[in-house]
């Protein structure tokens, strides 16, 4: 079982600009481009990168995304910080 991850985030107020941002990826929009331009998270300067983390130390809805989903693939996460958009690199 997974201990640690690294993982990338953007991190918006509102649904529907999560959903706009996850259909940009799959348009082949940069993860890190979207990250500097749309997060309201501190991680956006730095492309939204979290570096690595060990299992817990996210809010529980983030966790389980983190160390449960697939990598490299983006996925809308909501807590009460606002929506998500998580792509795991790895895990170990």
């Not at 529907?16 to 929009?29: N, S, Y």
């Not at 749309?38 to 160390?67: A, H, T």
Request: charged letters at 30%; glycine letters at 8%.
């Amino acid at each position: 079982m997974a201990r640690t991850a690294h993982a990338l985030h953007i991190l918006v107020k509102h649904k529907d600009q999560a959903e706009d941002i996850v259909k940009q990826l799959k348009k082949g929009a940069k993860f890190q481009t979207l990250a500097r331009k749309y997060s309201n998270c501190p991680s956006g300067k730095k492309g939204g990168d979290l570096g690595e983390f060990k299992q817990g130390q996210m809010v529980p809805q983030f966790d389980r995304v983190v160390f449960k989903e697939e990598t490299i693939t983006p996925h809308l996460v909501k807590t009460k910080f606002g929506w998500h958009i998580v792509k795991v690199l790895w895990r170990s």
